[in-house]
């Protein structure tokens, strides 16, 4: 008699008994569900797991398709695949494809084949795609020894060098029709299960474009982000000076004793930037109003005061302002969708009275500022009076500082924006890119336990909505900025992994948050630790570690 296993269905309660080794395509079949997307993956006790899993003991099981995070991360991987095996089966064997930053709702992708790439070998390879997916290509897991897929692949340095540093004994691969390649996380099982994908020329090179989550039938919006893909641009070339392009490349400078060298530039580049934007400030003679915004973890606060150091060495006197003390009185404030208080709306925010102080202080008058009492939820009377004088100017940090309706009364030649976030641009290797909001995260959690009491699992409870918040008040008003500033340093995750890996370990393996701990537990054993203690009390990092020379 076959053995069977138990699977407690989490999508619909039931509890099936299904065949010890089958796979999670069969219990989907078995388990009688109707989504309205196919599932992609599944949370297998909470673990995220690919299609292709096989079960040998009783699990607890939940479906995902395309909307969720996971599901949209596993579809976006397998179509890289598809893109790298249809361009080295068209341009072979100059063919080098780098997956590289996500811009403009897609990713860019630098497409080598030993000559400049033509509109007719961005539709070629349009069609060399959809000609994989139509063939309803299986795509195989398989394992092998470390040792060869180094040999499979000594012709992908970045590939070898991420695999060399890792130390492991087995590696995991995928195989496409005879194409194979590494990936770090689950892929579909088929290429059919790809229905839309979108591919054009951008640039010097391509922007694959891919559907979008809350509507899979249609491809995200293509936004153009030109100074967003200009700041990219700029980091790679920090990159090139520091010889960083992958986490192997980080791996291997880190192992070879030239943490201190990396830690060294790339604070002196960051700083160099500010110094930059501080100058171009000092050319704009009338900027009596600097605006900083970025999202969550991004840096915001040590950049502004970073800045305001720039600025008072070209003779500007930086006064800060909060935009939380313009806060309306608590019962004053909209509400969400569920009823709830919703502080990150800007009509939180008293705009009429931000605009008539702001306007008043530039034409030379005195006026009190606000101050708001967060234990009454009331607006109230600071004490506080302030006059602007010719050298000074305002420094406003928030997260609609952007938001040409925060200062709509303000004329615009007084204004100066400045975008900062930690926009993440190395890679795992060639076909594997680094998720700028993985990094954010990870500062997040950081932060949130040192100085606010908040677990990892909160923090990744509540990231989903601190993401919702981002994508309506301060994304799209990115392309507003006058300067955009990188936060991310280039040897950070080296550095951060040493205090987030604990606090993601606590995260129990019964709770939903698991899956994504896990991930980022995943993510960060690819990468060699940097001592905390060789960075310097300036660095931005320092707003998360602790330690930093700005802390009040």
């Known amino acids: 008699m076959k053995k069977t ?17 089958c796979n999670l395509e069969e219990v989907y079949q078995q388990a009688g569900l109707t989504m309205e997307y196919a599932p992609v993956v599944a949370r297998v006790n909470n673990k995220v797991e690919g299609m292709h899993y096989r079960l040998y003991n009783d699990k607890d099981v939940e479906f995902l398709d395309i909307t969720t995070s996971s599901g949209m991360r596993c579809y976006t991987r397998t179509v890289f695949f598809v893109l790298c095996k249809a361009a080295h089966e068209l341009f072979d064997p100059q063919c080098k494809v780098t997956i590289d930053i996500p811009v403009s709702n897609g990713y860019y992708v630098d497409l080598q084949i030993g000559r400049p790439v033509t509109l007719d070998d961005v539709g070629l390879l349009r069609c060399k795609m959809q000609e994989i997916i139509d063939r309803h290509l299986p795509i195989h897991r ?8 180094i040999e499979m692949w000594s012709n992908q340095n970045s590939k070898v060098k991420l695999l060399r540093s ?10 496409l029709d005879g194409y194979r390649d590494y990936f770090y996380g689950a892929m579909l099982t088929n290429t059919s299960q790809i229905c839309l994908f979108g591919l054009e020329r951008y640039y010097d090179g391509l922007l694959l474009r891919l559907p979008s989550r809350h509507c899979p039938s249609e491809l995200g919006e293509m936004v153009m982000q030109d100074k967003m893909f200009a700041i990219f641009k700029e980091h790679h070339q920090w990159q090139d000076i520091l010889g960083l392009r992958t986490i192997g490349d980080l791996n291997d400078a880190i192992s070879k004793g030239y943490s201190s060298q990396l830690i060294l530039i790339s604070e002196a580049l960051q700083e160099k930037k500010i110094s930059q934007i501080a100058d171009d400030i000092k050319r704009h003679q009338g900027v009596r109003l600097v605006l900083i915004a970025g999202p969550s973890s991004s840096g915001k606060t040590t950049s502004c005061k970073r800045l305001s150091v720039q600025l008072a060495v070209n003779g500007i006197k930086p006064i800060p302002i909060s935009l939380d003390d313009y806060f309306l009185d608590r019962e004053k404030t909209p509400l969400d969708e569920k009823g709830d208080y919703d502080f990150e709306h800007i009509h939180a925010l008293n705009l009429e009275l931000l605009n008539e102080q702001f306007s008043a202080l530039f034409r030379g008058e005195e006026v009190e500022l606000p101050r708001f009492d967060f234990p009454s939820g009331t607006s109230q009377k600071s004490g506080r009076k302030l006059q602007l004088h010719k050298d000074e100017v305002l420094v406003v940090e928030g997260i609609h500082a952007l938001n040409p309706e925060l200062t709509a009364q303000i004329p615009e030649e007084l204004k100066y924006r400045v975008y900062a976030s930690a926009l993440t641009t190395i890679l795992l290797d060639n076909h594997n890119y680094v998720p700028t909001t993985d990094n954010r995260l990870l500062r997040r959690i950081i932060r949130d336990y040192k100085y606010r009491n908040v677990s990892a699992q909160e923090t990744i409870r509540r990231w989903p909505s601190v993401r919702k918040g981002e994508n309506r008040w301060i994304f799209p008003f990115q392309e507003n900025a006058d300067a955009m500033f ?6 950070e995750l080296a550095v951060i992994k040493r205090q987030a890996e604990p606090l993601l370990e606590q995260v129990p393996e019964n709770c939903p948050e698991y899956a994504e701990a896990y991930r980022l537990r995943k993510f960060l054993s690819y990468i060699r630790p940097i001592a905390e203690d060789q960075i310097p009390a300036t660095s931005l990092l320092r ?3 602790g330690g930093s020379t700005f802390e009040n």
Not at 166 to 175: A, I, K, R
Request: glycine share 6%; charged share 20%.
């Open 5 to 21: 296993k138990n699977v407690r269905c989490k999508n619909n309660g039931q509890l099936l008994q299904v065949p010890e080794g």
């Open 142 to 149: 398989f394992e092998t020894t470390t040792d060869e897929a």
């Open 166 to 175: 890792l130390g492991n004994l087995y590696t995991t691969y995928y195989d």
């Open 486 to 491: 990188n936060t991310a340093m280039l040897f």
């Open 543 to 545: 707003e998360f570690l």
